[in-house]
């Protein structure tokens, strides 16, 4: 019966354990600094937080670190009972991936790309078949176990947020009685139990979990989740967790040989292949000697849209493309497949690519209500903010970029050009993971804006997400929409490069900006703000009470007093002059678009014209070639995109 969590665990009398009267009181200090009153009120918006107390009695696990693993699995949202990219469900992301499979709706491909870009990703399901449970990992089947020892439904697990974390608890204390440890009051006796709960099957990823659950007590941490839910977790900042406990859990060793990664990550070597097929062709992406032939400026943000299982055969496959890092749904665990030195084959763009290092997140870009995890999020910014610094890239979205934001090289290749991760990854929250928050630099007079909705509010309508034409679930996001005037009754802006009408589809960037992107300030009329965009007057909803952007300032480009307008370039390479003897000089062909005279776009980085040239498979012909020419990169449109130094004006965003 669903009306009350049962176990054969239960404290006689309902008694509270010790460890969860702490945590209530101290909740209970927390609580009006959230406007809200204790969990033992009858507010229906402190549900959850009296969730958690009740599961922690119940299983005798310490409340603190139920909330701490459910913070790292979803941040406490219960996303409407929708599952994770790993078939993860509500606030613990307990994982029934075999019934996720079954409910999915179909893929929808991004579209293919030649060799040197993306190509389209299979479908989660290959075909109709689901596959058996001995065929799933154990990792993303958590839920039956949780169901067997809660003797709740597997719908009630699902749906239910209450049961999810009842079937969280239950698995903790699972965990903890296997380990062979007492159902302890003290957090610190639970380090072990918190590790295996992250279905990993090796020791490091385990090890990288565990630690990101005891930051997350040690911080601790309270925000209003999607369903309205206000839960909050107190810091214990002398907490010291028994890490020994980990030894015995009899759990695998990696090979992080070779890996480039920060320590406090999980990380192994898979390696993509390097080498020679058929005729004159070779894979799958070309050695070098960076950053000493030539600087790595860009991180590229990717969704793999595919399973991680299936990603991993993928880029080990010489005839497919390459990329140097993927990243896990379930705990964050990432595995490196190409060196830093070494270009990969993952922009669509070449000049990109030999600068560039990429990352592929495990998603699917439209499907809205298939989110990531915090742990996925938290490894990924530990692993850009590793990469950052060992490369000098700034942590800004003109360097850390997604897919979506590279331009197409050339005028023909502008409509394949990738959209992932697309709307529904949180970039305001990766870039406070990143310790880079958008933050206001300037009053209204700074000229330029920082795009920053609120990611849960913000829920512009997409479609084509299941089926063309048809609306997308209600989502948050981090695009915002732009009108060609100060109000939605006017036209969606029109990407000229494209030639096409634009329209609300999830693929179609005509119209959209992104969270962190900077643009220069056209006008302001009301509750709109008007940017320069793909040489056009675009219009955003922009209220002072829940503004979608914040003023900030800095370096623009116009064009130089008596210019009409100037080219626009998706790449930044070398005058013909440069190019030296044996190596084929390539051409300086601009985009489709002009960036006309009196328009201001935000400046990204100075950099000189450079080509890297690597055709063949010995890597003794490949050449960096640098020109004298230099470019501005710039904020062109969703993309950016760059203009010659020789044609512009740099000037201050204010003046």
């Known amino acids: 019966m669903r009306g009350s969590v049962t176990a054969p665990h239960r404290a006689a009398g309902h008694r509270r354990t010790r460890a969860a009267a702490v945590a209530s009181a101290a909740a209970a200090l927390l609580f009006p600094l959230l406007g809200a009153a204790p969990p033992d009120a009858p507010d229906?918006?402190?549900?959850?937080?009296?969730?958690?107390?009740?599961?922690?009695?119940?299983?005798?696990?310490?409340?603190?670190?139920?909330l701490g693993v459910s913070y790292l699995q979803s941040r406490w949202d219960a996303h409407s009972g929708a599952p994770s990219v790993s078939g993860g469900y509500g606030p613990m992301h307990l994982t029934d991936a075999r019934t996720a499979l079954a409910e999915a709706t179909p893929h929808h491909s991004e579209g293919s790309e030649d060799a040197r870009g993306d190509s389209a990703r299979p479908p989660l399901l290959p075909d109709a078949k689901l596959p058996s449970t001995s065929e799933i990992p154990a990792r993303l089947r958590t839920l039956p176990r949780a169901a067997e020892l809660t003797g709740l439904s597997a719908r009630a697990l699902r749906t239910d947020a209450a049961a999810n974390v009842a079937g969280g608890a239950a698995l903790l204390a699972a965990a903890q009685k296997?380990?062979?440890?007492?159902?302890?009051?003290?957090?610190?006796?639970?380090?072990?139990?918190?590790a295996r709960f992250s279905g990993a099957d090796d020791r490091a990823t385990a090890t990288a979990y565990a630690n990101d659950v005891f930051d997350v007590l040690r911080t601790g941490r309270q925000r209003r989740t999607d369903a309205g839910q206000r839960v909050a977790l107190a810091a214990l900042p002398d907490l010291s967790p028994d890490t020994a406990q980990l030894k015995r859990a009899g759990l695998r060793t990696t090979n992080a040989a070779g890996t480039e990664c920060p320590a406090t990550v999980s990380c192994e070597w898979i390696p993509a292949p390097y080498e020679e097929f058929g005729e004159g062709d070779y894979g799958n992406h070309d050695l070098g000697n960076r950053p000493t032939s030539q600087g790595i400026d860009y991180i590229i943000i990717h969704d793999t849209e595919g399973a991680w299982e299936g990603v991993l055969q993928m880029v080990q496959d010489p005839t497919y493309v390459s990329w140097q890092?993927?990243?896990?749904?379930?705990?964050?665990?990432?595995?490196?497949?190409?060196?830093?030195?070494?270009?990969?084959?993952?922009?669509?763009?070449?000049?990109?690519?030999?600068?560039?290092?990429?990352?592929?997140?495990?998603?699917?870009?439209?499907?809205?209500?298939?989110?990531?995890?915090e742990a996925m999020y938290r490894s990924s910014a530990r692993l850009v903010t590793y990469l950052a610094h060992k490369y000098g890239i700034p942590l800004d979205r003109q360097h850390i970029l997604g897919h979506d934001n590279v331009p197409g090289p050339t005028t023909s290749t502008v409509g394949g050009m990738h959209t992932d991760p697309g709307p529904y990854w949180d970039w305001r929250h990766?870039?406070?993971?990143?310790?880079?928050?958008?933050?206001?630099?300037?009053?209204?007079?700074?000229?330029?804006?920082?795009?920053?909705?609120?990611?849960?509010?913000?829920?512009?309508?997409f479609t084509g997400c299941a089926a063309a034409g048809r609306t997308c679930a209600a989502h948050g996001s981090s695009a915002v929409r732009l009108y060609s005037g100060p109000g939605t009754s006017y036209p969606l802006i029109k990407d000229i490069g494209l030639g096409s009408t634009p329209t609300t589809g999830v693929n179609d960037l005509s119209s959209r900006v992104s969270t962190g992107q900077q643009y220069a300030v056209a006008g302001r009329s009301g509750d709109w703000t008007a940017i320069w965009y793909l040489g056009q007057k675009?219009?955003?909803?922009?209220?002072?009470?829940?503004?979608?952007?914040?003023?900030?300032?800095?370096?623009?480009?116009?064009?130089?007093?008596?210019?009409?307008?100037?080219?626009?370039?998706?790449?930044?390479?070398?005058?013909?002059?440069?190019?030296?003897?044996?190596?084929?000089?390539?051409?300086?062909?601009?985009?489709?678009?002009?960036?006309?005279?009196g328009q201001r776009y935000v400046v990204g980085d100075k950099v000189p014209g450079e080509y890297y040239y690597a055709v063949t498979f010995d890597s003794a012909s490949h050449r960096v070639v640098v020109g004298k020419d230099l470019y501005y990169e710039i904020q062109y449109g969703h993309r950016v995109a760059f203009v010659r130094a020789a044609d512009v004006r740099v000037v201050p965003s204010a003046g």
């Open 538 to 597: 675009a219009w955003f909803k922009n209220p002072a009470k829940g503004p979608t952007a914040v003023n900030s300032t800095g370096l623009v480009v116009t064009p130089k007093a008596g210019a009409k307008s100037i080219p626009v370039y998706g790449r930044a390479y070398p005058e013909a002059s440069a190019y030296p003897s044996g190596v084929p000089s390539q051409a300086v062909s601009p985009l489709s678009y002009t960036l006309p005279a």
């Open 178 to 194: 296997e380990l062979g440890e007492p159902l302890s009051s003290d957090p610190t006796d639970w380090y072990g139990a918190v």
């Open 44 to 66: 229906s918006a402190d549900r959850l937080q009296s969730a958690f107390a009740s599961a922690a009695a119940e299983y005798h696990v310490p409340q603190s670190v139920l």
């Open 430 to 461: 990766y870039f406070e993971l990143l310790g880079r928050p958008f933050v206001p630099t300037a009053g209204a007079n700074g000229g330029m804006v920082t795009i920053r909705p609120d990611y849960a509010t913000n829920r512009p309508e």
């Open 325 to 373: 890092y993927s990243l896990r749904s379930t705990d964050g665990h990432i595995a490196q497949h190409v060196k830093a030195k070494d270009v990969a084959w993952h922009a669509g763009n070449w000049y990109v690519n030999a600068k560039s290092i990429g990352l592929e997140h495990e998603g699917f870009l439209a499907q809205p209500d298939s989110w990531y995890t």
